[in-house]
């Protein structure tokens, strides 16, 4: 719906939808703001929902011409709060977006009133990095990619369960996305933009209720990860989604959106 110009002369893309309590939701790696077009109903209802692209996601621009890490996509979403006049924020995001979200609110904590972050993780271990490698590995093919990396990230019920669903999915991605060559470099920079996240030592100065969420069925992001959030976040909630895997969102939407307009606008405080 509209551009804002960051510090750096680059340009991001945002929505907003409905008015009420503002809520940004932060991409996965691979998303972009189309990825949540259906649950915009939902989530807009009551709520004012910003959506934005990060650096070399969607609509954004592509960073090719410099390296950075994810300190500048944070510094994006603080310019995008001040261009919105967001003074305080509810954040939920998912894996990347999700260690974005803890990472903004580790930095500016009196910015964030609520925090769902989902599949997240307190730093880019070996494991995660190695599968990374992996994915850059494979990028010059369409077919090798998507089977290096989108298997993995459901849990084996949903995949082996719904296999309409799948080969439309594997369809459209092996000859719609994964054949894109700017995308995928894109990808590139995004997947090690990454590599050196790590605010394990600064989870102790988030102040906003979070509700960390993890999935049973998940090896990219393990429940150790979770709970590893869970003990360093004061305040902090941890749910585990049963038969489920990194891609909760697409596995179970109702629950998805339910954990986040549940957590942030309950009016409890708790005890």
Not at 206 to 224: G, M
Not at 234 to 252: Q, W
Request: negative net charge; hydrophobic residues 40%; glycine residues 6%.
């Amino acid at each position: 719906m509209a551009f804002f110009e960051h510090s750096s002369n680059k340009k991001i893309y945002y929505e907003v939808h409905g008015e009420g309590k503002p809520i940004v939701l932060l991409n996965g790696i691979m998303m972009a703001t189309m990825s949540w077009h259906m649950f915009i109903p939902a989530l807009s209802a009551g709520n004012k929902l910003v959506l934005m692209d990060f650096f070399d996601q969607g609509q954004s621009d592509k960073l090719t011409d410099q390296a950075y890490n994810q300190d500048l996509q944070v510094e994006a979403l603080k310019g995008l709060l001040a261009h919105l006049s967001l003074d305080k924020v509810s954040l939920a995001g998912v894996s990347y977006g999700g260690n974005i979200a803890l990472k903004f609110a580790a930095e500016h904590p009196d910015m964030v009133d609520r925090l769902v972050a989902f599949h997240a993780a307190p730093k880019t271990g070996a494991w995660l990095k190695d599968i990374g490698k992996s994915w850059i590995l494979s990028i010059d093919d369409p077919n090798n990619f998507y089977n290096t990396s989108i298997p993995i990230i459901y849990s084996p019920e949903f995949y082996n369960n719904n296999p309409e669903w799948v080969a439309a999915r594997q369809n459209f991605l092996t000859s719609q996305v994964f054949t894109n060559k700017d995308f995928m470099q894109a990808l590139v920079r995004l997947t090690q933009s990454a590599d050196d996240y790590d605010i394990s030592g600064k989870l102790s100065n988030i102040t906003a209720k979070t509700l960390i969420v993890s999935a049973e069925s998940d090896p990219l992001t393990p429940l150790a990860d979770q709970k590893s959030l869970k003990d360093g976040i004061k305040d902090s909630e941890l749910i585990i989604l049963p038969g489920c895997g990194h891609a909760s969102m697409y596995e179970k939407p109702a629950l998805f959106t339910s954990l986040i307009l549940g957590f942030i606008n309950s009016s409890f405080q708790g005890m």
